[in-house]
T-cell receptor
Framework: KAGVTQTPRYLIKTRGQQVTLSCSPISGHRSVSWYQQTPGQGLQFLFEYFSETQRNKGNFPGRFSGRQFSNSRSEMNVSTLELGDSALYLC?????????????FGPGTRLLVL | GENVEQHPSTLSVQEGDSAVIKCTYSDSASNYFPWYKQELGKGPQLIIDIRSNVGEKKDQRIAVTLNKTAKHFSLHITETQPEDSAVYFCAALSGRDDKIIFGKGTRLHILP
Protein backbone atom coordinates (compact mmCIF):
# COMPACT_ATOMS: atom_id res chain seq x y z
CA LYS A 1 0.00 0.00 0.00
CA ALA A 2 1.38 3.41 -0.92
CA GLY A 3 2.10 5.79 1.93
CA VAL A 4 0.96 9.35 2.44
CA THR A 5 2.18 11.59 -0.36
CA GLN A 6 2.59 15.34 -0.27
CA THR A 7 3.21 17.72 -3.12
CA PRO A 8 5.20 19.72 -3.72
CA ARG A 9 8.12 18.67 -1.51
CA TYR A 10 9.79 22.07 -1.60
CA LEU A 11 8.42 25.53 -2.24
CA ILE A 12 9.81 29.04 -2.21
CA LYS A 13 7.43 31.97 -2.03
CA THR A 14 7.65 35.66 -1.22
CA ARG A 15 5.77 37.59 1.43
CA GLY A 16 2.20 38.41 0.51
CA GLN A 17 1.80 35.50 -1.89
CA GLN A 18 -0.47 32.55 -1.28
CA VAL A 19 0.32 28.86 -1.45
CA THR A 20 -1.62 25.60 -1.78
CA LEU A 21 -0.22 22.32 -0.52
CA SER A 22 -1.63 18.91 -1.37
CA CYS A 23 -1.86 15.67 0.57
CA SER A 24 -2.97 12.26 -0.65
CA PRO A 25 -3.74 9.90 2.24
CA ILE A 26 -3.22 6.18 2.35
CA SER A 27 -5.88 4.44 0.30
CA GLY A 28 -8.97 3.87 2.41
CA HIS A 29 -8.06 6.45 5.04
CA ARG A 30 -10.71 9.09 5.60
CA SER A 31 -9.06 11.31 8.19
CA VAL A 32 -6.37 13.81 7.25
CA SER A 33 -4.63 16.09 9.74
CA TRP A 34 -2.22 18.92 9.01
CA TYR A 35 0.67 20.06 11.19
CA GLN A 36 3.22 22.84 11.04
CA GLN A 37 6.73 21.96 12.19
CA THR A 38 9.28 24.64 13.07
CA PRO A 39 12.49 24.46 15.13
CA GLY A 40 11.11 26.88 17.70
CA GLN A 41 7.54 25.69 18.13
CA GLY A 42 7.88 22.03 17.21
CA LEU A 43 4.87 20.22 15.77
CA GLN A 44 1.68 22.23 15.97
CA PHE A 45 -1.76 21.04 14.93
CA LEU A 46 -3.44 23.03 12.17
CA PHE A 47 -6.67 21.17 11.40
CA GLU A 48 -8.21 17.78 10.80
CA TYR A 49 -10.66 16.68 8.14
CA PHE A 50 -12.85 13.63 8.11
CA SER A 51 -15.22 12.78 5.27
CA GLU A 52 -14.87 16.27 3.75
CA THR A 53 -15.71 18.04 7.02
CA GLN A 54 -13.33 19.98 9.22
CA ARG A 55 -13.60 18.18 12.50
CA ASN A 56 -11.04 20.07 14.51
CA LYS A 57 -8.93 23.17 14.27
CA GLY A 58 -5.78 24.44 15.96
CA ASN A 59 -4.88 27.95 17.03
CA PHE A 60 -3.78 29.42 13.74
CA PRO A 61 -5.02 32.61 12.06
CA GLY A 62 -7.69 32.54 9.36
CA ARG A 63 -4.99 32.84 6.69
CA PHE A 64 -4.58 29.08 7.11
CA SER A 65 -7.40 27.09 5.59
CA GLY A 66 -7.98 23.65 4.22
CA ARG A 67 -10.41 21.35 2.55
CA GLN A 68 -10.92 17.71 1.81
CA PHE A 69 -12.30 16.17 -1.33
CA SER A 70 -14.60 13.20 -1.75
CA ASN A 71 -11.60 10.95 -2.49
CA SER A 72 -10.11 12.01 0.88
CA ARG A 73 -7.31 14.01 -0.71
CA SER A 74 -6.75 17.24 1.15
CA GLU A 75 -5.33 20.64 0.42
CA MET A 76 -4.27 23.42 2.70
CA ASN A 77 -3.95 27.02 1.69
CA VAL A 78 -2.01 29.85 3.27
CA SER A 79 -2.84 33.34 2.08
CA THR A 80 -0.84 36.53 2.51
CA LEU A 81 2.32 34.66 3.42
CA GLU A 82 4.53 35.97 6.22
CA LEU A 83 8.18 35.20 6.92
CA GLY A 84 7.12 33.25 10.00
CA ASP A 85 5.15 30.81 7.85
CA SER A 86 8.42 29.22 6.74
CA ALA A 87 8.14 25.68 8.05
CA LEU A 88 7.75 22.03 7.24
CA TYR A 89 4.07 21.27 6.68
CA LEU A 90 3.14 17.70 7.44
CA CYS A 91 -0.04 15.85 6.80
CA UNK A 92 -1.05 12.61 8.44
CA UNK A 93 -3.80 10.18 7.60
CA UNK A 94 -5.61 7.62 9.68
CA UNK A 95 -8.23 5.08 8.92
CA UNK A 96 -10.52 5.51 11.86
CA UNK A 97 -12.99 8.06 13.05
CA UNK A 98 -10.80 9.15 15.95
CA UNK A 99 -7.37 10.77 16.01
CA UNK A 100 -6.35 8.08 18.49
CA UNK A 101 -6.14 5.73 15.56
CA UNK A 102 -2.57 5.41 14.30
CA UNK A 103 -1.57 8.43 12.25
CA UNK A 104 0.72 7.93 9.26
CA PHE A 105 2.71 10.98 8.27
CA GLY A 106 3.83 12.05 4.84
CA PRO A 107 7.35 13.40 4.15
CA GLY A 108 6.16 16.99 4.36
CA THR A 109 6.33 20.10 2.21
CA ARG A 110 9.13 22.47 3.13
CA LEU A 111 7.98 26.05 2.57
CA LEU A 112 10.40 28.94 2.56
CA VAL A 113 8.99 32.46 2.56
CA LEU A 114 11.37 35.20 1.47
CA GLY B 1 -4.63 24.45 27.18
CA GLU B 2 -3.01 21.04 27.08
CA ASN B 3 0.76 21.10 27.36
CA VAL B 4 3.35 18.35 26.89
CA GLU B 5 6.85 18.82 28.24
CA GLN B 6 9.65 16.59 26.96
CA HIS B 7 13.14 16.05 28.37
CA PRO B 8 15.95 16.02 27.54
CA SER B 9 16.12 18.01 24.32
CA THR B 10 19.35 16.24 23.36
CA LEU B 11 20.63 12.84 24.48
CA SER B 12 23.86 11.06 23.61
CA VAL B 13 24.37 7.42 24.57
CA GLN B 14 26.98 4.81 23.75
CA GLU B 15 25.91 2.15 21.31
CA GLY B 16 24.52 -0.78 23.26
CA ASP B 17 23.46 1.34 26.24
CA SER B 18 19.88 2.31 27.10
CA ALA B 19 18.17 5.63 26.38
CA VAL B 20 15.28 7.11 28.35
CA ILE B 21 13.13 10.06 27.27
CA LYS B 22 10.56 11.52 29.64
CA CYS B 23 7.38 13.50 29.07
CA THR B 24 4.79 15.10 31.29
CA TYR B 25 1.31 16.23 30.32
CA SER B 26 -1.12 18.65 31.88
CA ASP B 27 -4.58 17.39 30.87
CA SER B 28 -5.72 14.68 33.27
CA ALA B 29 -8.34 13.64 30.69
CA SER B 30 -5.64 12.62 28.17
CA ASN B 31 -6.02 8.96 27.30
CA TYR B 32 -3.71 8.19 24.38
CA PHE B 33 0.07 8.68 24.25
CA PRO B 34 1.95 7.94 21.00
CA TRP B 35 5.68 8.19 20.42
CA TYR B 36 7.12 9.14 17.03
CA LYS B 37 10.57 8.87 15.49
CA GLN B 38 11.61 11.36 12.84
CA GLU B 39 14.63 10.80 10.66
CA LEU B 40 16.24 13.50 8.56
CA GLY B 41 14.10 14.46 5.57
CA LYS B 42 11.19 12.27 6.61
CA GLY B 43 7.91 12.66 8.39
CA PRO B 44 7.41 11.30 11.92
CA GLN B 45 6.78 7.60 12.18
CA LEU B 46 4.81 6.01 15.02
CA ILE B 47 7.03 3.61 16.96
CA ILE B 48 4.87 2.75 19.95
CA ASP B 49 1.80 4.04 21.73
CA ILE B 50 0.04 3.45 25.03
CA ARG B 51 -3.48 4.05 26.24
CA SER B 52 -4.47 5.14 29.70
CA ASN B 53 -5.83 1.77 30.73
CA VAL B 54 -2.36 0.17 30.81
CA GLY B 55 0.83 1.09 32.64
CA GLU B 56 3.45 -0.39 30.36
CA LYS B 57 3.84 -1.63 26.81
CA LYS B 58 6.83 -3.26 25.17
CA ASP B 59 7.80 -3.96 21.59
CA GLN B 60 11.20 -5.64 21.21
CA ARG B 61 13.82 -3.05 22.29
CA ILE B 62 11.28 -0.29 22.87
CA ALA B 63 9.06 0.15 25.89
CA VAL B 64 6.78 2.88 27.15
CA THR B 65 5.60 3.39 30.72
CA LEU B 66 2.71 5.54 31.88
CA ASN B 67 2.07 6.96 35.33
CA LYS B 68 -1.39 8.52 35.24
CA THR B 69 -1.24 9.79 38.80
CA ALA B 70 1.93 11.74 38.14
CA LYS B 71 0.89 12.52 34.55
CA HIS B 72 4.12 11.41 33.02
CA PHE B 73 5.19 8.79 30.51
CA SER B 74 8.57 7.61 29.32
CA LEU B 75 10.18 5.93 26.34
CA HIS B 76 12.88 3.33 26.98
CA ILE B 77 15.15 2.07 24.22
CA THR B 78 17.47 -0.78 25.17
CA GLU B 79 20.58 -2.05 23.38
CA THR B 80 20.73 1.08 21.26
CA GLN B 81 21.96 0.83 17.69
CA PRO B 82 23.23 3.47 15.22
CA GLU B 83 19.90 3.43 13.38
CA ASP B 84 18.20 4.64 16.56
CA SER B 85 19.76 8.07 15.98
CA ALA B 86 16.85 10.40 15.21
CA VAL B 87 14.49 12.93 16.79
CA TYR B 88 11.85 11.41 19.04
CA PHE B 89 8.54 13.08 19.87
CA CYS B 90 6.09 12.21 22.58
CA ALA B 91 2.48 13.26 22.26
CA ALA B 92 -0.77 13.20 24.19
CA LEU B 93 -4.33 13.18 22.95
CA SER B 94 -6.21 15.89 24.79
CA GLY B 95 -9.37 14.53 26.30
CA ARG B 96 -11.00 17.93 26.09
CA ASP B 97 -10.72 18.77 22.42
CA ASP B 98 -9.50 15.59 20.70
CA LYS B 99 -6.24 17.17 19.54
CA ILE B 100 -2.85 15.51 19.63
CA ILE B 101 -0.32 17.75 21.38
CA PHE B 102 3.36 17.06 20.74
CA GLY B 103 6.40 17.55 22.93
CA LYS B 104 9.27 19.60 21.52
CA GLY B 105 11.33 16.55 20.65
CA THR B 106 14.54 14.83 21.79
CA ARG B 107 17.50 14.51 19.45
CA LEU B 108 19.07 11.12 20.21
CA HIS B 109 22.68 10.50 19.18
CA ILE B 110 24.06 6.98 19.35
CA LEU B 111 27.82 7.15 19.78
CA PRO B 112 30.00 4.39 18.27
Amino acid sequence: KAGVTQTPRYLIKTRGQQVTLSCSPISGHRSVSWYQQTPGQGLQFLFEYFSETQRNKGNFPGRFSGRQFSNSRSEMNVSTLELGDSALYLCASSGGASVSETQYFGPGTRLLVL
Amino acid sequence: GENVEQHPSTLSVQEGDSAVIKCTYSDSASNYFPWYKQELGKGPQLIIDIRSNVGEKKDQRIAVTLNKTAKHFSLHITETQPEDSAVYFCAALSGRDDKIIFGKGTRLHILP
